[in-house]
C-alpha cells in the first residue's frame, strides 16, 4: 500500500523559507514522476515542481528561482525547498505520486494524472 506523508509546513513572514518534506512508503520515489502542488482557499489545486524517474525537474512559472524540488534516494523522501516565500505562496502543499517514470500532462491538467497522494501539509506566510 503506497502512503505518503508531508511535513515542514508552517508559518512565516514573506521573504523567508521552508523545507517541506514527503516521506514514502510502498512505493520507490526514483522510479516514478513525483511532484508538489499546492491548493489556497477557494482555487482549485495546482502544480507546484515536479520530478521524473531521470532526476529532470519542471516548476510552474510563479515558484520558478524561487522553490527546488528533490529527492534523497537513500531515504526515499521528496523534498521542497521554498525560499522567498510570498503571501500568495499560502496553501495547503501535497506531495503527489505518478506510475509513471516520466511526468505526463501540462501544469493545467498535471494533476490529473497523480494517483497518489499525501494528507497535505500547511504552509502560512504572512506580509
Known amino acids: 500500500q503506497v502512503q505518503l506523508v508531508e511535513s515542514g509546513g508552517g508559518s512565516v513572514q514573506s521573504g523567508g523559507s521552508l523545507r517541506l518534506s514527503c516521506a514514502a512508503y510502498g512505493y520507490t520515489v526514483s522510479n516514478y514522476c513525483m511532484g508538489w502542488f499546492r491548493q489556497a482557499p477557494g482555487k482549485e489545486r495546482e502544480g507546484v515542481a515536479v520530478i521524473d524517474s531521470a532526476g529532470s525537474t519542471s516548476y510552474v512559472d510563479s515558484v520558478k528561482g524561487r522553490f527546488t524540488i528533490s529527492q534523497d534516494n537513500a531515504k526515499n523522501t521528496l523534498y521542497l525547498q521554498m525560499n522567498s516565500l510570498k503571501p500568495e505562496d499560502t496553501g495547503m502543499y501535497y506531495c503527489?505520486?505518478?506510475?509513471?517514470?516520466?511526468?505526463?500532462?501540462?501544469?493545467?491538467?498535471?494533476?490529473?494524472?497523480?494517483?497518489?497522494w499525501g494528507q497535505g501539509t500547511q504552509v502560512t506566510v504572512s506580509s
Open positions: 503527489a505520486a505518478d506510475v509513471y517514470g516520466y511526468c505526463r500532462g501540462s501544469w493545467s491538467s498535471r494533476r490529473d494524472y497523480f494517483g497518489y
